[in-house]
């Protein structure tokens, strides 16, 4: 039983985490944590901030409440978010084990355990039966602010997921997901998530007034939270489109000082194979390795996500656009023994999606172009699979490896001392 210090503790960093105070939120859970680590609603509000922090610490810390206090649906509720939000296929499994258990909990149910459920339906890509559940609950909870906004929070994720780019406000869908994210910030004033979304729908409508609202929207999360790499990477993205370059990339440059996001990369790559010549760039050179480096830290959090191989491939697309793909080898050696070693399969969908990417170009002087980074990356990444097949049995291997395997037997690694 909890003792009187413990409640007032837990309701005081409630509050903090309610209000979005992210700082100081983080602060007295650390000081809390010091004395009594063993109040887990307290490690449920640091592991919620500790995302825009550290992901895979994040995702630890919400791991370990959960296999502690498995039905404190406010904690899992923010361990599904972060899954659905942040990792493609890390945890599948934990999440089909977390719909059978609480498929089958008979116990007393919370506003947070409808949104659990809501959420393992949406990372199944059910996103009818997510909705139904969180429709026909979000009214049940209007004396519960935290919950009713995470409720309006998750609507908003659904319908927007529904919009695309130049759709206007009159738009059935735009319309639901401003709705609902207004609702949400009408609750929780300080919420960045809101913020940044409300900026996201702007955005994608596109009009001139529409973006002003949405850097307007970025400005005030960033307000509340300076550092929040989502936010400014937003930020960056509105401004790019506005012709704004030079002031894209300084924000971008900021984020990758400490890049944790894959969205950070995917902006920033994006943007210098785009806007190379008006960004006034002198040398590609430390680019280069910059984002190499980039994407070395990121393969750590997950490998195997698509996000990633994207990445990969406009990281193949920058050095052919700049003829250096043989003079950073060394990089691209690193990249993918990386992500053998993080994740085997990974390897081998990382050279199906480069098989698939580069095939889609049509244009045979453009096909004859970046057929020397493609043959390197095969080559490379067979080189990592024949070091995994030393690591594994025969069998594992067949069924890890081969049975995935797209194997390009035109090439071997002596390819790589021709001359193109």
């Given at each position: ?28 859970c ?55 939000s ?88 735009v ?39 949405s ?6 999360a ?51 194979i ?38 990969f ?27 053998r ?25 453009v ?54």
């Amino acid at each position: 039983m909890q003792v009187e210090q413990d409640i007032l503790d837990i309701e005081e960093v409630r509050q903090l985490h309610f209000n979005f105070d992210y700082a100081k939120c983080q602060e007295r859970c650390k000081a809390i944590l010091q004395e009594r680590p063993y109040l887990f609603q307290v490690r449920t509000f640091y592991g919620f901030f500790l995302i825009y922090d550290d992901l895979k610490e994040s995702f630890k810390q919400q791991l370990q409440v959960y296999q502690e206090a498995p039905y404190y649906f406010e904690n899992t509720s923010y361990m599904l978010d972060n899954i659905f939000s942040n990792f493609q296929n890390k945890s599948k499994s934990l999440v089909q084990t977390i719909f059978k258990q609480y498929s089958d909990y008979q116990e007393e149910k919370n506003g947070f355990y409808y949104i659990c459920l809501a959420l393992i339906y949406r990372i199944q890509q059910d996103h009818q039966k997510s909705y139904e559940i969180l429709i026909s609950r979000v009214n049940d909870y209007d004396d519960q602010p935290i919950v009713q906004s995470w409720f309006y929070h998750q609507l908003g994720c659904h319908f927007q997921n529904m919009t695309d780019n130049g759709d206007d406000e009159e738009n059935e869908n735009v319309q639901n997901t401003l709705k609902f994210f207004e609702k949400g910030l009408e609750i929780q004033p300080r919420s960045t998530m809101n913020l940044q979304n409300l900026g996201v729908q702007y955005h994608r409508i596109g009009t001139l007034e529409a973006n002003i609202k949405s850097v307007q929207y970025y400005n005030k999360a960033l307000n509340i939270n300076p550092q929040d790499q989502y936010a400014l990477c937003n930020l960056s993205a509105v401004l790019a489109d506005a012709g704004q370059y030079n002031q894209s990339i300084q924000i971008l440059k900021l984020c990758f000082k400490q890049i944790k996001f894959n969205f950070v990369l995917n902006q920033y790559l994006s943007l210098i194979i785009n806007h190379y010549s008006a960004l006034g760039i002198q040398s590609i050179d430390q680019i280069f390795r910059e984002v190499c480096q980039g994407a070395l830290t990121l393969i750590k959090i997950e490998a195997n996500n698509d996000f990633l191989f994207q990445n990969f491939y406009l990281i193949l697309i920058l050095s052919i656009q700049h003829s250096i793909q043989l003079k950073y080898i060394d990089l691209f050696e690193s990249i993918i023994s990386t992500f053998r070693s993080e994740d085997i399969i990974s390897l081998v969908l990382l050279e199906k999606f480069i098989t698939k990417s580069l095939s889609g170009e049509e244009n045979e002087e453009v096909q004859k172009k970046i057929y020397p980074a493609k043959k390197m990356a095969f080559i490379l990444i067979q080189k990592e699979l024949m070091i995994s097949q030393q690591f594994l049995s025969q069998i594992v291997y067949k069924n890890i490896i081969q049975n995935n395997m797209h194997y390009q037997s035109s090439y071997s690694h002596w390819d790589l001392l021709m001359d193109y």
